[in-house]
């Protein structure tokens, strides 16, 4: 069957790899639709410390159920369309015994510890599917990246009487945009690209601010009548970043990180206290989120078309990568169709 492969830091290409066996308890799918995520970017740029090497990247997977394994527990039958839920826990360590299996110690991600499914055909255990009927391919395989930022707008605790400025309008921040708003709060979007603030709108943020043209404390100050918004969720990554959020978050307020630094961040740590901040971090996502996100695309409340840049069939997959590495502000989202 075909496969994409990241041979090494900077080298992509279409491989040949042998028919999956399917094992007895789990369910062999049909790969229709892969999204490529920044994690896949990191792990071809050689930047993601969690990859090694060679890689099948995919997590973000629209598939169809061909066959179920003779000792698989399951409700899905064969012809189904389901995603997967890409994350696998060890049950034993500390957050496990608490509930969070998404922050395990031990986690492993399809596509970054383990190989992902950007594949022909794919085995997955029963307990990770998800079906419906009423999403496409391209829909459930656009559920995983937006349920990342519905999981932040969890540990915010956003609620409707909440402003959220979310910062980063790319893949995840927009999830985090889209979610915010699906519960009823009013989102402020903060990008340096017009365009992508655009996007933010068109995913359900009331107000933009382009931080490289705007004086953000003054635009943030006068949009909140000098409070500063109640939550503050960075999705960029970017040391400054991280500042801003917790200098412009209101007394009393939430800042949530899903970004990750790529180099050390020093804080004035006087806001933290004197303002009594809840500062929590979110990676990956519940069961929960993805019933969330499923619900809110079966409502058609989401603008697929902003999110989806290009689609490519698996032949293009290793150029489409290599393009988008050399110019990443371009690109929101690559769905590859198989």
């Known amino acids: 069957m075909k ?3 990241i041979t090494t830091p900077g080298e992509i290409c279409l491989s040949e790899r042998p ?85 395990c110690a031990k986690n492993d ?89 655009q996007k933010g709108k068109a995913c359900g943020a009331a107000e933009v601010v382009n931080s490289m043209n705007d004086d953000l404390h003054e635009r943030l100050q ?19 970043c991280y500042r801003a959020a917790v200098e412009e978050v209101a007394q009393a307020g939430r800042v949530t990180y899903i970004g990750w630094s790529k180099s050390e961040v020093e804080y004035n740590t006087t806001p933290f206290v004197f303002k009594e901040l809840d500062i929590r971090g979110s990676r990956n996502a519940q069961p929960a989120d993805f019933a969330k996100v499923v619900g809110m695309l079966e409502g058609e409340k989401f603008p697929m078309s902003e999110v989806i840049t290009r689609t490519v069939s698996i032949d293009d997959a290793p150029s489409a990568m290599v393009e988008w590495a050399q110019d990443p502000g371009k690109i929101t989202k690559i769905h590859i169709e198989l």
């Open 222 to 240: 006068a949009l909140t009548d000098g409070h500063g918004p109640n939550v503050c969720v960075e999705a960029v990554g970017l040391p400054a």
């Open 109 to 197: 991600t399809l596509g970054v510890q383990v190989d992902g499914a950007l594949c022909e055909y794919f085995q997955a255990p029963p307990e990770k599917l998800i079906s419906s009927s009423k999403l496409s391919h391209a829909q459930l395989a656009l559920v995983e990246p937006l349920t990342v930022g519905f999981h932040a707008v969890a540990r915010s605790q956003v609620t409707a009487n909440d402003t959220v400025a979310v910062f980063g309008c790319g893949a995840i921040g927009l999830g985090v945009i889209s979610g915010a708003a699906y519960e009823g709060a009013r989102v402020i979007a903060i990008d340096i690209d017009d365009r992508k603030l």
């Open 19 to 103: 028919d999956v066996t399917l094992d007895s308890d789990k369910v062999l799918l049909k790969v229709d639709r892969i999204g490529y995520c920044g994690s896949d970017l990191a792990a071809f740029r050689g930047i993601n410390p969690l990859v090694s090497y060679p890689r099948v990247p995919g997590h973000e997977i629209g598939a169809t159920v061909l066959e179920i394994g003779s000792d698989a527990k399951t409700d899905v039958q064969p012809g189904d369309r389901v995603l997967v839920i890409p994350y696998a826990n060890c049950g034993e360590c500390a957050a496990c015994h608490v509930g969070r299996p998404n922050c």
């Open 3 to 5: 496969a994409i492969e």
